[in-house]
């Protein structure tokens, strides 16, 4: 089973940058994509990148601010994260976006202040 671990998150004021990684530990060929979820609300769709890494898409929320990458020969995905808001404040996952998903992992805490 594939394990998904996040990092990279912290408290930033708004403004400013953030770069999440996720490491899978082992390859997989899917579309990988960010999630995020709020306290008090459900998990939503942040960005996504396919295999070759050549198509990405975003939540109209974070385009322009937001940049999702991957590095398949160490199974990581990244999400540079700039001009943060206090809405960008929630947990961050990753995981494949569409079809069967893998286990979720613990998720990194993104904290932005005002």
């Known amino acids: 089973q594939v394990q998904l671990v996040e990092s990279g998150g912290g408290l930033v004021q708004a403004g400013g940058s953030l770069r999440l990684s996720c490491v899978a530990s082992?390859?997989?060929?899917?579309?990988m994509g960010w999630f995020r979820q709020a306290p008090g609300k459900e998990r939503e769709f942040v960005a996504a990148?396919?295999?070759?890494?050549?198509?990405?898409s975003y939540a109209d929320s974070v385009k322009g601010r937001f940049t999702i990458s991957r590095d398949n020969a160490t199974t990581t995905v990244y999400l540079q994260m700039n001009s943060l808001k206090p809405e960008d404040t929630a947990v961050y996952y990753c995981?494949?976006?569409?079809?069967?998903?893998?286990?979720w992992g613990q998720g990194t805490q993104v904290t932005v202040s005002s």
């Open positions: 082992r390859r997989t060929f899917n579309t």
């Open positions: 995981n494949i976006q569409h079809g069967a998903q893998l286990p």
């Open positions: 990148v396919t295999w070759s890494g050549i198509t990405t």
